[in-house]
Nanobody, 115 residues
Framework: QVHLVESGGGLVQPGGSLRLSCIAS????????MTWYRQAPGKQRLLVAR???????YYIDSVKGRFTISRDNAENTVYLQMNNLKPEDTAVYYC?????????WGQGTQVTVSS
């Protein structure tokens, strides 16, 4: 069974930083692209960043230069380093992987950016 567990969220002031982690199990982690999404209250879930099996990356425009996605295949973990956080980054952040056309999601971790 695919299992994804996010951690690292919390309350931070504007301009602050957080590092999110997603620990994966139940599949051969190194062979798959991993993606971070976020969902703010009353809003649709949006793709934030993606890292492929060969470590190429993609970011939504609003986080370019501020967020960095990375992975450690030895630890089956994908990270999202978030710097210079803004109130509009407030959301529940979710880890995602697609296996055989089926999406699996973690439970989410809350990020709140507020003074």
């Amino acid at each position: 069974q695919v299992h994804l567990v996010e951690s690292g969220g919390g309350l931070v002031q504007p301009g602050g930083s957080l590092r999110l982690s997603c620990i994966a199990s139940g599949f051969t982690f190194r062979l798959y692209s991993m993606t971070w999404y976020r969902q703010a209250p009353g809003k649709q879930r949006l793709l934030v960043a993606r890292i492929t099996n060969d470590h190429s990356t993609y970011y939504i425009d609003s986080v370019k230069g501020r967020f960095t996605i990375s992975r450690d295949n030895a630890e089956n973990t994908v990270y999202l380093q978030m710097n210079n956080l803004k109130p509009e980054d407030t959301a529940v952040y979710y880890c995602n992987v697609v296996l055989n056309g089926v999406s699996s999601w973690g439970q989410g971790t809350q990020v709140t950016v507020s003074s």
